[in-house]
Each structure stands twice: as structure tokens, then as C-alpha cells.
């Protein structure tokens, strides 16, 4: 048998040791335990080491415990509905009527969303400002088919994405001459780059790449947030500077968010193969396929992701799996272009799951969130005001 | 600390969610820690625990105090861990199982009771340092890991000051919520 009064007893000694000398007492009943089996030694000098707490913490920490509490309120939701229905088949037996009466309710209550709108916040649609090497600026959404760099490269333009035609390598310039795209709130936009790299750009996302690449390698800069389909070129590295960190890139597709106003910035590898560079300390983390990496300025973090959730804005979609309301519209206010205000702090943590096509009404993201009956919502503008739903 | 103990209790023998929320800040990962010591997937543990806190929602069983629901706890999923990996069927909650050789083979020499003393160990820092703000958690966190006042600055990008502000504002907040010998030890660290 398990003795806990010894176990909970023993414990209290060996937090109480640390800071104060045991009484007699308790020394001679700690030094019983340490007699009692060599290995209670082992374990005795093993707790007493600092950094194995601060181990053991992170190990504790890495328990997803609020998405647990949610499965177990799912579960047990679903266990008091079970029962209400069998409460319901009984009463039926004597009383029908009071069983249409329940069901009439509970339609009323389904149909009736919580939320206080109709608004006209649209989705994003594909528009984007490009920054010639001369520094004049276009319009993408407005500008023709052809836009003509001074040095003579076309750029096609097809009104959701710019396409640069790759170059003999003989006529290489010499100077390299960037261009810039800038994505603003409520837009997206597609590249395809000189040396046929495909990249897919999210909204308030600035990119900044040479008209034609040369030299030894491909080097670009971003800020916000981008997927990539790195053309395959061995001899030729592909590298991404963000503020944060640098990609080293051996052919690959992969999502970088950076956004200047989040505190970590995420690196989500789809396949192939990158490293990754920190800024500040020089670290470097290789990624395998479905490695996510988040740097921020405390420490990085490599985990194993389902990467869909992480590129389903490039596939057309909008999806989250178990993320907090904040994480949710930190999301939506880029792409809807809208502010969010919270009347409640508690509410920011309550977590959702969505999927829907990226194109839809605003309003249809609501009446799906609203329909969990946990928050309210009311729309002044472009701005959002979340409540907590009674 | 008494009156908040037997509060909680109420709410989990009442089959409040609110009790069951305070299982899951308190106990979830350390159990889930405990169970995959049987286990090669963490995956695997996390059911066990999980299905032990759904037991104990839908049993008609209450529970006097805060100390025989830990014990309690700790020998369900002791015994959910052991009857999974066995390949049991069905696990039923009141077959308790104590097959030391077994267990000893199982966990690289460690004795269920030394697991269960660490387990328990941890837990309450745990729980302790859970209770700060995300910025205190992280001075502590630091401290613990041996860096000075003035690498934690350098880190975390506050000034010395401010460490010094968090780590006394960490102390006072712990100072009322904690059981005795748990704050002690906290209080080793800080100095």
C-alpha cells in the first residue's frame, strides 16, 4: 500500500528544509526516509538542485491543461444532455405536450444568435502598393497589366499577383535594385519572384526583394506575415531577414509570421528543410517538416504542429482549433480591417474553434462564434465590442 | 488556506465545473507527468488523467478533504497507468492494484513512492508559481535557473529596479496564498 500521510509529510520536510534548520525532531524523521532505501538519497539530492525545478516546470507547463478543461466541459455537457433527454422520454409518457414545449423552446433559443449587428464589415480582398527602385509608388488594385522597371524588367501584373519573368543569367545586373510590396490591413497579394519563388502574402505584410536576384544568394526582408515556395536551387541559398531572425532556405515551402506588433514570431515548416538564425543571440535551430518555431525575446520554442491551421489563410480559409477569442480576432482585425474591444477581460481566454471559407461575411463569423453563446457582440463602424453572453 | 481548501471540495463533491476548473490549474499537468512515467506517448497519460476526472464527476462519491482527494488522485491514475499498459480491457475504479516488482521494473529503479514524494514535490511549486503574473513567473523562473538580478534585467529587458520590484511583488502575493513550508522555499530562492 501507498502511505500518503508519509509522502505528504516527507514533502513538507523537503520544502521547509530548504529555508530554515529542522527541528531534532524533523531531522530525525527525514534522516529515517533517507535510511530507509538508497535510491531516497538519489531523489533527495536530485530535488535539491535548482535547475532541475526550473526543468521540471517546463516539462509541467508543456500539459495543455485548459484544452483538457475544455474537452472535460464538452464531455460533461454532453452527459447532462443525455440526461435531460432521458428526463424528457419519460415525461413524454405522461405528459406530451410538455415535451413540444421543450422542443419549441430549444429551436427559439438555436435560432436566436446573441449578437446585436448587422454590419457591413466586408473581408479582405487582393489589393497592394508597389514601391518601384526609383521609389515611385503604384497601385496595384488600379495599375495596368505591364508596369515597366526603369532597368527595363516588365512585371506582369494579373490583379491579385505580380509575376517577375526570370533573367538570362548572362544579362545579370550588376547592382542589385529592390522593389517593395506593401499589403495593407484587409488585403492579400501573390509574387512570383525572378528566380520562380512563389510567395503568398497575408495582410499588413511588407516584402522587400531585388527586381532580378544575383550574386551568391537570394535575399529578401519581410515584416507580417508570408508563405513560401522557395524555387529549388542548391548552389543558391535562399535566405529571409525578419527583425526577429534570419531563414536559411534549402528549397522548401514554409509560413513566416512577424508581425512587429507580436510578441514571438512563428516559423512553420511545410516541407523541406530550413534553419533558423535569432537575432539577438545568433542561436541556430534546424527544422524538419512540421516543426513550428516561435522566437520571441525571451527564449524559442521548437514544437510539432498540424501545419494546416498555420497556411489555411494562403488556401482560402479561415480556421482556428481551440484558440482563444484574443488569438482569434488579434486574426480577423488584419483581414476585416476592424478594432476590437474587450468589455471583459476573463473573455479573451475563452477558446473556439472555426473553420469557414476566408472570403465570408463578417457577420457569418459572428453568428458562428455567437452561436456558442459565450459572447455578445455589437458593431460600431469598423469597430467590435465583445461582451460576455449571460 | 482551510477555508479555501474545504470551498473547493464543496464545489467538486457538488459537481460544480468551478472545482473541476481548479483540478485542472492545480493537478492536471502533474499527474499527466506522474502517469507517463508508465507510458512512451504523453498522449497515452493524458487519457488516463483525464478519464480519472471524468470518473470522478459522474461517481456519486464525496470527499472529505483537499489532502484524501490528492491521495485519491495519485492512486487512480497510479491505477488507470498500470491497468492501460497491461492491456486491460476495462479499468474499473475500485480494483486496486499494488504489484511492486512489476512497478520497479517499469520505472528505471525509482520506487512508486519516490515518484510520488518528487511528484508531489514539484507540484507545489507549481501551483505556486502559477499564481504570479507572466511577467513575475518569468523573474522567478530565471532566478531559479541561477542568473543575478542583472542578467534577468538584460533577459526579459526591464530594468534591475524593476526585477527587484517583481521579485518583492511576487513575495507579498505568495505570502497570502501560500501553505507555510511551500512559501518558505520560495523565499530561499529570492534572497
Known amino acids: ?390 | 488556506m482551510d477555508n479555501l481548501n474545504s470551498h473547493i471540495i464543496d464545489q467538486i463533491n457538488s459537481k460544480k465545473t468551478e472545482g473541476y476548473k481548479y483540478l485542472y490549474d492545480n493537478f492536471y499537468a502533474s499527474l499527466c507527468n506522474f502517469s507517463a512515467n508508465f507510458f512512451e506517448y504523453k498522449e497515452d497519460a493524458e487519457d488516463i488523467v483525464q478519464d480519472v476526472f471524468i470518473r470522478i464527476w459522474k461517481s456519486n462519491s464525496t470527499f472529505e478533504s483537499l489532502k484524501a482527494l490528492t491521495s485519491f488522485l495519485y492512486l487512480s491514475v497510479k491505477n488507470g497507468s498500470l491497468n492501460a499498459t497491461r492491456n486491460r480491457p476495462k479499468w474499473s475504479g475500485n480494483d486496486v492494484f499494488d504489484d511492486e516488482d512489476f512497478l520497479n521494473l517499469k520505472l528505471d529503479e525509482k520506487t512508486i513512492e519516490q515518484l510520488l514524494i518528487e511528484e508531489e514535490f514539484y507540484r507545489q511549486i507549481y501551483v505556486t508559481i502559477n499564481k504570479l503574473s507572466q511577467e513575475r513567473k518569468e523573474v522567478i523562473l530565471l532566478s531559479m535557473g541561477g542568473y543575478t538580478n542583472k542578467e534577468i534585467a538584460d533577459k526579459t529587458g526591464v530594468s534591475v529596479n524593476t526585477v527587484k520590484t517583481l521579485k518583492l511583488k511576487a513575495y507579498r502575493l505568495l505570502r497570502d496564498t501560500l501553505e507555510p513550508s511551500a512559501l518558505a522555499f520560495l523565499l530561499s530562492l529570492m534572497n
Request: aromatic residues 10%; neutral net charge; glycine residues 4%.
Open chain 1, 1 to 390: 500500500m501507498i502511505d500518503f500521510k508519509k509522502i505528504d509529510t516527507i514533502v513538507n520536510l523537503l520544502l521547509a528544509e530548504r529555508e530554515r534548520p529542522l527541528t531534532d525532531n524533523e531531522k530525525s524523521e527525514l534522516d529515517a526516509w533517507l535510511k530507509e532505501d538508497a535510491g531516497n538519497q538519489i531523489v533527495f539530492n536530485s530535488l535539491k538542485k535548482e535547475k532541475n525545478i526550473q526543468a521540471r516546470l517546463k516539462i509541467l507547463d508543456g500539459y495543455d491543461k485548459e484544452k483538457a478543461y475544455s474537452t472535460f466541459v464538452r464531455n460533461i455537457k454532453n452527459e447532462r444532455n443525455k440526461k435531460i433527454i432521458r428526463f424528457f422520454r419519460y415525461a413524454a409518457l405522461l405528459i406530451p405536450f410538455f415535451l413540444s414545449i421543450y422542443f419549441i423552446y430549444q429551436r427559439l433559443s438555436d435560432i436566436e444568435p446573441e449578437i446585436e449587428m448587422l454590419s457591413d464589415i466586408q473581408p479582405g480582398t487582393s489589393k497592394a502598393v508597389l514601391q518601384l527602385a526609383n521609389g515611385s509608388v503604384i497601385d496595384l488594385e488600379k495599375e495596368d497589366k505591364q508596369i515597366k522597371e526603369y532597368d527595363g524588367t516588365v512585371v506582369q501584373n494579373t490583379q491579385n499577383q505580380l509575376i517577375y519573368k526570370p533573367v538570362d543569367k548572362k544579362q545579370e545586373p550588376k547592382k542589385i535594385r529592390y522593389n517593395l510590396i506593401k499589403i495593407p490591413r484587409g488585403g492579400e497579394y501573390q509574387l512570383s519572384l525572378s528566380d520562380g519563388t512563389k510567395v503568398w502574402l497575408n495582410a499588413e505584410t511588407i516584402l522587400k526583394y531585388p527586381v532580378t536576384f544575383s550574386g551568391k544568394t537570394r535575399e529578401i526582408f519581410m515584416e507580417g506575415e508570408a508563405f513560401f515556395e522557395v524555387a529549388k536551387n542548391a548552389d543558391w541559398p535562399f535566405i529571409v531577414h525578419t527583425s526577429a531572425l534570419k531563414v536559411n532556405v534549402f528549397g522548401t515551402s514554409f509560413n513566416i509570421r512577424a508581425y512587429p506588433d507580436e510578441e514571438a514570431s512563428t516559423t512553420t515548416l511545410v516541407s523541406g528543410k530550413v534553419s533558423l538564425i535569432q537575432s539577438g543571440n545568433h542561436k541556430e535551430y534546424n527544422l524538419t517538416p512540421n516543426d513550428q518555431a516561435i522566437v520571441s525575446n525571451l527564449e524559442t520554442v521548437i514544437q510539432k504542429v498540424n501545419v494546416n491551421q498555420f497556411i489555411a489563410w494562403k488556401n482560402g480559409r479561415i480556421l482556428f482549433e481551440e484558440n482563444t477569442l484574443e488569438e482569434v480576432f488579434n486574426n480577423l482585425s488584419r483581414w476585416y480591417d476592424i478594432e476590437v474591444d474587450y468589455t471583459d477581460e476573463e473573455i479573451k481566454n475563452l477558446r473556439f474553434s472555426i473553420d469557414v471559407r476566408r472570403y465570408s461575411e463578417f457577420d457569418e463569423l459572428l453568428k458562428i462564434i455567437g452561436l456558442t453563446k459565450k459572447v455578445k457582440f455589437e458593431i460600431n463602424g469598423n469597430r467590435v465590442i465583445i461582451k460576455k453572453s449571460k
